[in-house]
């Protein structure tokens, strides 16, 4: 993978020198209410005719959760082999920190999220009395902005609290808007000293058991993503070719969909991908 992108017109144009897929969900494969049925139909395609498809998102909730979701957006349990979550991924950390004695735990995130410590040895507190605070999200991502967020925060770094983020994207796009998500909040928590552990893209520890799922190292495997910071940060990090879909959360900056605006804004910022779609489709 060297490079820029080089723009195709769908993924059939490189799907045979893969055998398996992992990709991005929101905002490639949904905008957060109806699912994208040309994307559906490329990954159902690809799972036909080539090989494994894992869905890797770094939504705050664990898989069983999302496939309901999917569901309800549209997009059939046959489009896909597995879920990977930075939601499981920190419930699993939650299981390890709460082992032999309840955790004391403060919660930054919306009600929904809460299935990511559900049933565990777990007991809600504020501030003052938190051993550890989760961040799935923002309290009401419509109205909000990390900027919010100062006062509490100043409390968390006053105790020198470590945060867990569940969710490391800044933004996510919900039926055409983008709405802030947890990174921001982490990002925010981090210029202050506060520390941090991401569940994640571009984190490496999140692609290890999405490449499990996807059959092992010994794949030929395709990163499928429309953000640079996330997607195509982790796929270049871990050594993987990844197909970057232009008209997602990047689109504004990109600007006209043109082979020289992709080598300026993955120049810009210091990333590669062997391709580009305008959106995922066959």
Known sequence: MNGSPVLVSGLSAIAGDYDAVICDVWGVLH???????PAVEALTRFRKERGRVVLLTNAPRPAADIAISLRGFGVPDDAYDEIVSSGGSAREELIRRAHGAPLKMMHIGPERDETVFQG???V????????????????????????????????????????ICAN??????????????????????????GPV?????????????????????????????????????????????????????????????????????????????CAAVDVLKW
Do not use: W
Not at 168 to 188: H, K, N, Q, T
Not at 229 to 243: F, I, K, N, V
């Open 31 to 37: 905008d957060g209410a109806h699912a994208f049925t």
């Open 120 to 122: 565990l040895d777990i």
């Open 124 to 163: 809600l507190v504020g501030p003052d009395k938190a051993e550890v605070v989760l961040c799935t999200g923002l309290f009401d991502d419509d109205h909000e902005t990390p900027d919010d967020y100062a006062d509490i925060l100043k409390a968390l770094k006053a105790r020198e609290l470590p945060m």
């Open 168 to 193: 490391p994207d800044l933004f996510a796009p919900r039926a055409g808007v983008l709405v802030p998500c947890a990174g921001g909040i982490a990002r925010a928590y981090e210029k202050i000293g």
């Open 197 to 273: 552990v991401y569940y994640g893209k571009p984190e490496p520890p999140i692609y290890e058991p999405a490449i499990a799922a996807a059959g092992g190292k010994d794949q030929r495997i395709l990163v499928i993503g429309d953000a640079l910071e996330t997607d195509m940060a982790g796929a270049d990090a871990m050594g993987l070719d990844a197909l970057f879909v232009a008209h997602g959360l990047h689109k504004e900056e990109l600007g006209d969909l043109s082979d020289a605006n992709l080598a300026a804004l993955f120049a810009r910022h210091d990333l590669k991908a």
